[in-house]
């Protein structure tokens, strides 16, 4: 269902002034916009390229990955028909399904201009998780979507849990030259990321849960991981991000949410303790110790431990806490 979407400006005097759309070099702005900040999109995107040309001849707009390490297919209406758009961008994410962590971690780094795993951990404040490109999404982006395009994509979400939307963008423009944005969504996000769930396939093993940690470190002979979890809770107040292997401990800074330390259940064991790796640099500022101090507090027998050489903030020590 299209939406009509109005704006009015609030002047002196409560004097409601209606903004009329305007469409002056609208479109062309509006990929540099989304470039510039895919968060005018979903906050939980990072541009990883830029007319990425497939094995195929195309270009897709904006290639993107999500925190989960999802890669996202952004295709913009420009001069196609909204039909043509939403069939370019199923024919790309035909293409972006197939493609290896390498392939994927090569289009980020020649991008970014940067190590892909730093500026992952920059945008999300969690490591660049072990498997990439697990599941996909799609994004067709326009200013207007015709009645046809919204059936088709409504169909293959509602119907067979595809991971695609769509987001309008209008762009107003005030008799002062002041300039605004909207967007509006086809579908409302949480419901077709339910219907994916429901309905879709993925190819995720789920990351593990802290229950499943418990039990893992069990096994091995530890049974204080869920005390030490709970220990370290209120010094650590980002919520608790698992994946596969590891518990990520996070902080705030500036707003985003920053690792300092990650516990390692599966290489835990009664008779070394619970393993844990620790960002030396990040943990020393957040708390305000030096590196007599941050020692002082870690076990005595710890090592070198870095997860990015080009990055000096995933460095520090690992080691064995064996009480808590």
């Not at 541009?47 to 897709?60: A, E, M």
């Not at 893992?216 to 650590?236: C, H, Q, T, W």
Request: aromatic share 10%; net charge negative.
């Amino acid at each position: 269902m299209s939406h009509d979407v109005r704006v009015w400006q609030v002047k002196v005097g409560d004097l409601l002034v209606g903004i009329n759309t305007s469409k002056l070099d609208f479109e062309s702005r509006l990929e540099n916009w989304l470039k510039n900040d895919i968060s005018i999109l979903d906050k939980d995107l990072l541009v990883i390229g830029s007319q990425v040309l497939t094995d195929f001849g195309g270009y897709i707009d904006l290639l993107c990955v999500d925190s989960s390490g999802d890669t996202v297919v952004v295709e913009l209406k420009k001069d196609k028909t909204p039909r043509d758009t939403v069939a370019q961008a199923l024919d790309y994410a035909s293409w972006v399904v197939d493609l290896s962590y390498e392939r994927v971690m090569k289009i980020a780094n020649q991008y970014l201009k940067e190590p892909f795993a730093k500026a992952f951990q920059s945008k999300f404040g969690t490591e660049l998780p072990e498997s990439i490109n697990t599941n996909h999404k799609i994004f067709v982006v326009a200013s207007k979507i015709d009645q046809t395009s919204e059936r088709i994509i409504s169909y293959l979400s509602n119907a067979y849990g595809v991971n695609i939307n769509a987001a309008t963008f209008q762009y107003f423009k005030t008799t002062e030259g002041v300039e605004l944005l909207t967007r509006v969504f086809l579908i409302e996000p949480e419901r077709v990321t339910s219907n994916t769930e429901s309905k879709g396939s993925s190819k995720r093993n789920s990351n593990l849960t802290l229950e499943q940690f418990y039990e893992i470190a069990s096994g091995r002979g530890y049974n204080d991981l869920k005390y030490a979890v709970e220990k370290f809770k209120p010094l650590f107040p980002e919520r608790i991000i698992t994946n596969l292997s590891k518990i990520n401990l996070r902080v705030s800074s500036n707003s985003k949410p920053l690792l300092l330390m990650s516990l390692i259940p599966k290489e835990s064991s009664q008779s070394e303790g619970l393993k844990f790796e620790i960002c030396a640099d990040r943990f020393m500022a957040y708390f305000n110790l030096n590196d007599s101090g941050l020692k002082a507090i870690l076990p005595p027998e710890i090592k070198p431990w870095e997860f990015d050489q080009n990055d000096n903030d995933m460095k520090g020590y690992q080691g064995f806490f064996t009480s808590i």
